[in-house]
């Protein structure tokens, strides 16, 4: 699937977010890593709502990021208001995949798309654990 | 007046906004820099509602921050809801000050105050000009 | 070939850099965002040093990021000594890729490793624009 | 004494320190908030080399901003090169001043100068404490 042609309704789970003033960077266009923040921020609530719980992220049962693979389809700007959706699309045995798309207002066109890698993850051990139940039964491929 | 003191009430212009997963440091807390991002984008609001447009802000007509006086008088985390006031306080020939608060959900104890000294300045000629009238009469004490 | 087995001599322009405390986030380890702002800059400096000037960025033979895939080898913390390498790996006719690979002291295996695409923009006709000739010459791929 | 007056030979301990392209903002001028991430590094490196364990800041003895009063004297960009300096100038029974001084290549003027308000701080407890005798040795008043 191509990802510019992803659209809201490849998501169920969005949360709406803003820019601030401060996420331009000299050329007057939100930065390329500040997205990643946005994107950062709805990952973590996407897992809390399925009941894995951010504060304990540093235990046993976390995660941590592999990769990532990022496109940025359009420019944005400060002011906005954006859409961004997050969706599980891969399961493996001890990594999972999470899409993340962010949409502005009156455009069907995703501004930016990313596919994130996430590893189970024991920050206490430092060691790598299988991927949690919830997150598998959540997948839901391209 | 004792910053620790104000309240929501004693603000007209008040905004909205939610920290990210990343204005957290490596303590915890909201970063005390990352307020100032937040407060930033309130007074630029600010400005814009009485008419004065930020997109011209490498104009004649513009300002610069010549200095700030913080206080924070709690902390706060991530996930949070802010609320945060901007005021005009102080109109000088050349320069005014816009007091900030910010304010988190069920607490009426300001998390961060500010009183933030802005010169009339022309980016284009680097010069100081004479504070606009739309903000002498926006003025409203301590 | 396999992005973790990048090591400093496969880059000929090698740019120092240390984090502030504020890059790490609240697991206490640098921000997976915040290293992008790291390789961005060294990009800069990079394009510099061929002669491509990033003042004039807004103009007419300019160049914007279209995507980007990064790998996390390894975490890392505040303090810290970075050695990013910076290289032009392909060209296309209307855009190349920049590969960047971020390494501790002390430590051959790269923290972050990316593959940026960079596309030839004219942001005042806000149009594609093909691949300036310093560049071409530049690339050496993997 | 005015703070624009302030020179690097008021400060022993001074560190160098460079801005990224990201740290400028859509005016670009390095944004206002940025310099304080530089200056809130450079003090913890000054409680470093005064014996002060920045990785116990969560501790018992460790210590919380109280507020900080902020003077932007000139604008500065990237690229750049700051010498950055701090020195403890005030002591109380529970907290203590420390002054910072920013300045850029060949410019005797600082860019940016704080008076940063601490107080000793347990976090475990989340009470007030005394400050420390290493910084009240340390206290050299302006």
């Known amino acids: 699937m191509k990802m510019r042609s992803l659209r809201r309704e490849d998501f169920e789970f969005i ?3 803003e820019p601030r003033w401060r996420d ?3 050329l007057r266009h939100i930065n390329h890593a500040t997205y990643l923040s946005f994107l950062e ?7 809390e709502q399925l009941g894995i ?24 700007t400060y002011p906005n208001q ?14 999972f995949d999470i899409l993340n798309a962010l949409f ?3 455009n ?4 930016v798309t990313g596919v994130f890698t996430v590893i189970g993850f024991n920050y206490a051990l430092q060691e790598t654990v299988p991927v949690s ?9 391209l």
């Open 15 to 17: 949360i709406e977010m």
């Open 82 to 95: 954006y859409d961004i959706g997050a969706r599980v699309v891969r399961i493996g045995h001890k990594s």
């Open 133 to 141: 139940d919830i997150i598998k039964k959540e997948c839901r491929p």
């Open 41 to 47: 921020t709805v990952r973590i609530r996407y897992m």
């Open 104 to 106: 502005e207002e009156n």
């Open 53 to 76: 719980d951010v504060n304990e992220w540093e235990g046993e049962n976390s995660s941590i990021l592999a990769g990532m693979k990022i496109d940025y389809h359009q420019q944005s």
């Open 24 to 26: 331009m960077d000299g």
């Open 108 to 111: 069907p066109i995703p501004v």
